[in-house]
C-alpha cells in the first residue's frame, strides 16, 4: 500500500506542483493518475521513489516513511518505465531488460536467461534480444522498457505516460498485454496518462488531478463516469461519458436472435419465411463463420434454386465477442454494421446470434435503472 498524506510540492519560484495530496493507492491493483498538463500527476508519481521530495507531508510505502529508506535500496522495489522507453542505446535489448539486475550482481548468463523470459512474458520474439533498441518500432522499444522495470521484480511499478509516443493501434495493443501481465503479476502499479480513455480502460481506481495540483476526484472508473464529482471532472471524463459507461456492462446480458442467421448452403425458398418479418439475415458458412448480410429484398426478388452462398451479400462489419466484450463494443459493432445490427460470435469467431436494434435499445436504456 502507497499512502500520500498530505504531500504536496512546492517550487521555489512559487509553483505549487501538489498541493496537499492525501490518496491510498492499494497494493495488487492498477491506478491511475489523469489531469490536464501541468496538473503535477508526474510529481505525485515522483514521490513515491524519492525521484522528488515533497516538501510537506508524508509518503509511506507499506507503512514505512520514505524518508526513513534508503533511495537506492527503496528504488530496487519499484520499477519505473516512462514514455519513449529510455533505454540505453549502446546496449543490445536483453542487456538492456537485465540491467538492473546485472548491477544487483547477478552473474550475467543468469540475468540474461531472466531477460530472456521477460521478453517472452512482454510478448517480444527471442531473436530481438540482440538488436539494438533503435532497431526496434516505438511500441516494441516500451515492451523493452516494461521488461526492464519488471527484471528485477518489483512489488511496485511506476508507468509515467509509457504509452503515449506509440499510434494508437500499437497503444490499445500495449495496452491488453498491460492488463493481461497485471492478471498474471498483481504488482502494485501506478500509471499516469492524460488520456482519461487509456485511464478507464487500465485502472482499477483513478485520481484525477486539476491544475494547481489539486486532487478532484479518487474513485473507480465506473463511478467517475456515472458521478463525477463537480463541473471539471465532468468536463474532463467527456460529455460522451454515457456511452463510456456501456463498457462496464458485459454483452453476454444481452438477448441474441438466432433465427436470422442462415446457412450458406440453405436455399433462397428456405429462408423467405424469416425474411418476413426481418429487413436482414445474416449468412453463415457451414464452421459458423459470419459470411455477410442479405437484404429480405435481395431474397425476394431472386429466383428460387439459389443457394445463399452463391448470393452476393453485404459485408457483415465488426463482430463482438459476446462472452468478454461489453455492451459498447456491441454497440459500435451495430452501429458500424450495414445493416444496423451486431453480430456476436464465440472465442473462436463462430456466430452465435444477432443483436437487432430493439434488443440493443432495451439493453442500453436497462442500464440507466
Ligand atoms: N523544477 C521545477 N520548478 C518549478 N516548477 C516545476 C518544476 N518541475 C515541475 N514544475 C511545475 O509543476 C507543475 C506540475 O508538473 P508535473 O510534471 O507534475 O505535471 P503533469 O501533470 O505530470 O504534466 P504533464 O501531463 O504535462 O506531464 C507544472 O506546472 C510544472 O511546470
Redesign the pocket.
Known amino acids: 500500500m502507497i499512502t500520500f498524506e498530505g504531500a504536496a510540492k512546492h517550487?521555489p519560484?512559487g509553483?505549487v506542483?501538489v498541493a496537499d495530496l492525501d490518496l491510498t493507492v492499494e497494493t495488487g491493483r492498477t491506478t491511475v493518475f489523469v489531469?490536464p498538463?501541468?496538473?503535477?500527476?508526474?510529481?505525485s508519481l515522483r514521490m513515491i521513489n524519492r525521484m522528488v521530495e515533497p516538501t510537506r507531508g508524508t509518503v509511506r510505502v507499506d507503512g514505512v516513511d520514505i524518508r526513513d529508506r534508503d533511495p537506492a535500496l527503496l528504488r530496487r522495489g519499484i520499477g519505473y518505465v516512462i514514455q519513449q522507453a529510455g533505454l540505453f542505446p549502446h546496449r543490445t535489448v536483453l542487456d538492456n531488460i537485465a540491467t538492473v539486475p546485472l548491477l544487483l550482481g547477478v552473474r550475467k548468463r543468469t540475468a540474461r536467461a531472466r531477460a530472456a523470459e521477460l521478453m517472452e512474458l512482454v510478448g517480444l520474439e527471442p531473436s530481438m534480444g540482440r538488436r539494438w533498441p533503435h532497431q526496434l518500432s516505438g511500441g516494441q522499444q516500451q515492451r523493452v522498457g516494461v521488461a526492464r522495470a519488471l527484471a528485477a521484480d518489483p512489488p511496485i511499478l511506476l508507468m509515467d505516460e509509457p504509452f503515449s509516443a506509440v499510434d494508437p493501434v500499437v497503444r490499445t495493443g500495449l495496452q491488453d498485454e498491460l492488463l493481461r501481465l497485471q492478471r498474471e503479476l498483481r504488482k502494485t502499479i501506478v500509471f499516469?496518462t492524460?488520456d482519461i480513455d487509456e485511464a478507464v480502460r487500465l485502472g482499477d481506481r483513478i485520481a484525477v488531478?486539476r491544475p494547481g495540483?489539486e486532487l478532484a476526484q479518487y474513485d473507480t472508473p465506473e463511478r467517475l463516469l456515472t458521478e463525477p464529482a463537480d463541473a471539471f471532472v465532468e468536463s474532463f471524463v467527456g460529455h460522451d461519458r454515457g456511452v463510456r459507461r456501456l463498457s462496464f456492462f458485459p454483452a453476454r446480458s444481452l438477448s441474441l436472435r438466432e433465427d436470422v442467421v442462415c446457412g450458406d448452403d440453405l436455399k433462397v425458398e428456405d429462408v423467405l419465411h424469416i425474411a418476413e418479418g426481418h429487413p436482414w439475415i445474416l449468412v453463415i458458412d457451414a464452421a459458423r463463420a459470419p459470411l455477410g448480410w442479405i437484404a429480405a429484398r435481395a431474397l425476394r426478388d431472386s429466383p428460387t434454386g439459389i443457394r445463399l452462398g452463391e448470393m452476393e451479400t453485404v459485408p457483415y462489419g465488426h463482430t463482438f465477442s459476446v462472452e468478454t466484450d461489453s455492451l459498447r463494443a456491441a454497440l459500435d459493432a451495430a452501429v458500424l454494421s450495414p445493416a444496423g445490427r451486431a453480430v456476436g460470435v464465440d472465442e473462436d469467431g463462430c456466430v452465435i446470434g444477432v443483436v437487432g436494434q430493439d434488443d440493443l435499445g432495451t439493453a442500453l436504456w436497462s442500464v440507466t435503472d
Not at 498538463?37 to 510529481?43: H, V
Request: hydrophobic share 20%; no cysteine; glycine share 24%.
Open positions: 517550487y519560484d509553483t506542483a489531469g498538463s501541468g496538473s503535477g500527476k508526474t510529481t499516469v492524460h488531478f495540483g
